[in-house]
């Protein structure tokens, strides 16, 4: 049910009253225009969450890139964390995973056509995507994880809310894991509650959209995890064990199900069903795997009984591929899990719809905006004419 990942440390409230007031504050600023949110002549879509990890960011972004890349040219900017390098880094097919954080990397690998940037200033880093030569030519700008970047002012703001952990239900930090006060969904133009189990009753989606509360302007999504077939993350190693294409082929399998992301509970019901049995080895977000937790995993997949597989997600391939030490038993038998979403309640159309007329709009080398420049004069773009907000708030 919704909500029930949800573990308050009730004794540290008053340390979250005291951080969401700074919050509040900050928001205030904001509200007040004494600090400045930026527009910008080209198409920004923000993907987010008022919460600390979790809540399925990068399978979002990844379906807005197949959405969008085959029309128009598009860019995901990301703060890049737990990256070794600072300021503003343009990656490369070639651009290794610690200049750029995973995720990133992870994008990058799997849509090399795409554009890929991390800067932790996101204005900066947009004025690099919309100014530099190799990649002025972009029609439009994902922002990975910047709800609270408050300095962007996007064109849409999405906001994703993790169906096990409800919003309506947690609370600040240190207590919770709310980054900032309930109030705070009131910017989002999209709702997303992610991560749905597939059986959600009717009644069910009433409750949640109810506990929601949304305004008329706000539209509201559902979400649910989809998986692919099970790939090698190293094929040229051999498996006598044979090689499962999917879950459905785990009923014989002991597994081990390997993470290091925020909320791996979610994959971990969805694998259990299918297999003999599951043990667990869950690092924290964006681990960084070090030669004693090589060790603990080698160990570990050597004490489990034949046949046995290791299924680790996508965002912990990108840090495992790279990573030395791993015995050949689990080099052999060391899987990933491709996972996508998909709309619930027949949402895709209208999502789909209102995403691409908005890029489609308000792009600088569309169709439309093109047709709209040759009434220009020819000295570009003039501030009367930078995109506005999508128009939710008008229906």
Not at 239 to 262: C, F, K, M, Q, R
Not at 357 to 371: E, F, Q, T
Request: one cysteine or more.
């Amino acid at each position: 049910m919704e909500g029930d990942f949800i573990k308050l440390n009730r004794k540290l409230l008053p340390l979250s009253w005291l951080y969401g007031l700074g919050v509040k504050f900050r928001n205030m600023l904001f509200d007040m225009n004494i600090l400045k949110s930026k527009s910008y002549a080209v198409p920004v879509i923000s993907v987010g969450n008022i919460t600390v990890g979790g809540t399925g960011k990068t399978p979002h972004v990844e379906y807005l890139i197949r959405l969008l890349k085959d029309q128009f040219s598009v860019a995901m900017l990301s703060r890049g964390y737990k990256r070794k390098s600072s300021g503003y880094v343009l990656a490369t097919p070639d651009t290794p995973m610690k200049m750029i954080g995973d995720e990133p990397y992870q994008i990058k690998q799997k849509y090399p056509k795409v554009t890929v940037a991390v800067d932790a200033k996101r204005t900066r880093g947009i004025e690099h995507l919309i100014h530099d030569d190799s990649t002025k030519e972009t029609d439009v700008i994902l922002l990975d994880d910047a709800f609270q970047h408050r300095y962007v002012k996007p064109g849409v703001n999405i906001l994703l809310v993790d169906y096990h952990r409800s919003i309506i239900f947690d609370k600040m930090i240190p207590a919770g894991r709310l980054r900032e006060p309930l109030k705070g969904k009131d910017r989002a133009d999209i709702v997303i509650v992610t991560k749905c189990p597939k059986d959600l009753k009717p009644m069910e989606f009433r409750v949640l959209t109810k506990q929601m509360n949304l305004y008329p302007y706000q539209q509201l999504f559902f979400t649910t995890l989809d998986y692919g077939q099970l790939k090698r993350i190293f094929p040229n190693n051999q498996n006598n064990l044979g090689i499962p294409n999917s879950l459905e082929d785990l009923g014989d399998y002991h597994v081990l199900l390997l993470t290091g992301i925020a909320s791996p509970k979610q994959i971990y019901y969805d694998v259990k069903p299918h297999a003999k049995d599951i043990r667990t080895l869950a690092y924290g977000d964006h681990h960084t795997f070090k030669q004693k937790d090589i060790q603990h995993i080698n160990e570990t997949f050597a004490s489990m009984p034949s046949p046995k597989i290791i299924i680790t997600t996508e965002k912990d391939m990108v840090r495992l591929e790279t990573t030395e030490g791993l015995s050949d038993e689990v080099k052999n038998s060391l899987y990933v899990l491709p996972v996508r979403i998909s709309f619930m309640l027949e949402g895709e159309a209208t999502f789909n719809e209102n995403i691409i007329g908005y890029v489609r709009k308000n792009s600088r080398n569309s169709i439309l905006a093109k047709g709209k420049d040759d009434h220009k004069s020819k000295d570009g773009h003039r501030a009367g004419d930078r995109p506005r907000t999508i128009s939710f708030r008008n229906n």
